[in-house]
């Protein structure tokens, strides 16, 4: 059973940096499909950033310019570096990888972003 555990989330104001962890119970080195989602109250879970099969990211639009997925193979994490926070950003985040044709999601860390 493949185990992700996120963390550093909290509460930030305004313009604040906040980066979040998803640390991995295997190794990540092969593992190409991965990324972090959001949801906030009352809306769907959407894709923040997501690693395609050719390495590259995507990030939704709202994030773009602001958010930076990276991945430290050494430790088996991967992280969400999320600069400019907006109270539009606030949501409950969560990291995925995917691999043999399963799915597997951590259990969401708290981000809220208010004055």
């Known amino acids: 059973q493949v185990q992700l555990v996120e963390s550093g989330g909290g509460l930030v104001q305004p313009g604040g940096s906040l980066r979040l962890s998803c640390a991995v119970s295997?190794?990540?080195?092969?593992?190409?499909?991965m990324g972090w989602y959001r949801q906030a109250p009352g809306k769907k879970r959407e894709l923040v950033a997501g690693?395609?099969?050719?390495?590259?990211?995507n990030y939704a639009d709202s994030v773009k310019g602001r958010f930076t997925f990276s991945r430290d193979n050494a430790k088996n994490t991967v992280y969400l570096q999320m600069n400019s926070l907006k109270p539009e950003d606030t949501a409950v985040y969560y990291c995925?990888?995917?691999?043999?044709?399963?799915?597997?999601w951590g259990q969401g860390t708290q981000v809220t972003v208010s004055s």
């Open positions: 690693l395609t099969s050719a390495g590259t990211t």
């Open positions: 295997r190794s990540i080195v092969s593992i190409y499909a």
């Open positions: 995925k990888i995917g691999f043999g044709g399963l799915q597997y």
